[in-house]
């Protein structure tokens, strides 16, 4: 597979219509891989989170429809995907392949496949619309570079459910000064939202139901993280708020990446 150009190295941090994307492509593609959905349902399920097209694929047309994204999978040997969220400082996870830290970081997700990688193009601006169809690109991995996570990298579904707990309780206070609810009528709405990912019916249930509490976390965050009205909180308070809320946002970060990535206990992906 010829690896695809090099994207400008940039910065950024995923937003929630970003993360499900990648998500979708993770539980999808697996579920499909275990022969639990048909190919229609996985590729309509991925579109829908808004991958459209990818390029880099090998012996494809560019940009190649997404369902192609599938049978390279296959054709490589079906081995499990995994979501990984890289940002600026915490990498784990990214397999070490030259300029891929760089891409996948500014990109702000990264699936991860034996023999190939995918993340949205970072040369094209997000659109704000999750729905909205996005180009994706496929990165080839040489064959010596390991592509499981090694232990540290990826908690287990109850480990990140813990660890979640554990950053709320701890953040409670935080959103409580913040009083979020308050000035912003869309926090109410946010906390009584459906997931914003189906996902397919053989999903670890536990999985599932860490992915929605973590999905509406995010979305708490994005709130908490915004200026009230008028600007009223200064640069001092919102360094400290931001401070107090970085164990929260790792924790929903590595919470999501666990949920999407999970395999059904005493299911395997078929080869």
């Known amino acids: 597979m010829p690896t695809p150009p090099q994207p400008a190295t940039r910065q950024g941090s995923p937003g929630r219509s970003r993360i499900r994307s990648g998500g979708a492509l993770t539980a999808w593609a697996n579920s499909w891989l275990r022969g639990a959905v048909s190919y229609d349902a996985a590729v309509t399920a991925i ?8 390029r880099g694929l090998p012996n494809h047309p560019e940009p190649a429809p997404v369902g192609w994204i599938l049978s390279a999978l296959r054709s490589a040997g079906g081995t ?4 990984v969220l890289p940002v600026p400082g915490d990498i784990r996870g990214v397999p070490d392949s030259p300029g891929l830290a760089a891409a996948a970081t500014h990109a702000g997700q990264l699936v991860v496949g034996l023999g190939v990688a995918f993340f949205p193009d970072p040369d094209r601006d997000p659109d704000p619309d999750p729905t909205a169809d996005r180009v994706w690109l496929a990165w080839e991995l040489a064959e010596e570079i390991p592509t499981t996570v ?3 990298e990826q908690q287990t579904i109850s480990q990140a459910e813990g660890a979640l707990r554990l950053a709320v309780l701890e953040a409670t206070h935080v959103l409580a000064a913040l009083d979020v609810a308050r000035w912003n009528p869309a926090a109410e709405s946010l906390l009584r939202r459906e997931p914003l990912l189906a996902l397919p019916h053989d999903h670890e249930p536990s999985a599932a139901a860490l992915a929605t509490r973590a999905t509406r976390l995010s979305a708490i965050l ?23 809320l970085r164990p929260l946002s790792v924790a929903v970060r590595e919470a999501l990446m666990t949920a999407y990535s999970a395999i059904p206990v005493n299911r395997t992906v078929n080869r």
């Open 47 to 54: 579109h829908e989170a808004g991958i459209g097209t990818v």
């Open 80 to 83: 499990p995907l995994r979501l």
């Open 150 to 152: 090694t232990p540290g």
């Open 222 to 244: 994005e709130l908490a993280r915004a200026d009230a009205p008028g600007g009223a909180i200064n640069a001092y308070g919102a360094a400290h708020r931001d401070a107090a």
